[in-house]
């Protein structure tokens, strides 16, 4: 019966799933329709405000036989979006609304959004 909740669950809303042992966590993120990319930040300096300093490099994981696009402004990636060659580098100051689309055989299957707010100095 656990795993038929578990399956109503992917099929219903896209969130973040934990399973393994006490040795080995597994962590993704999972949509109805496929995985999602993930988005995470290299070495970034944040203030207590919660910006970036410049210059901010996103790491982008996504699973094998997948591809993705990107957009800085919040509109929505498609094919001729930018794509995702395992970063985002963003080198000037602003807020970014970084949407990520994931595609598996030219058909997209999920998008991950997250904004920034990048300054060149930032308060500690």
Known sequence: M???KVEWFKSVYAGLLYGGS???VICKWVHPTGPLALISTIRAQKDKQ???RTPL???V???DGYTAHYTL???KPTLKSSMVDGYIEVDEPGTYHVRVTTF???KAIGT???FYSVKNKIEN
């Open 2 to 4: 656990a795993n038929a």
């Open 22 to 24: 006490k040795d080995t």
């Open 50 to 52: 919660g910006n970036y």
């Open 57 to 59: 490099k996103l790491k």
């Open 61 to 63: 994981s996504l699973p």
């Open 73 to 75: 402004d919040g509109s």
């Open 104 to 106: 598996q055989k030219n």
């Open 112 to 114: 991950t959004a997250i």
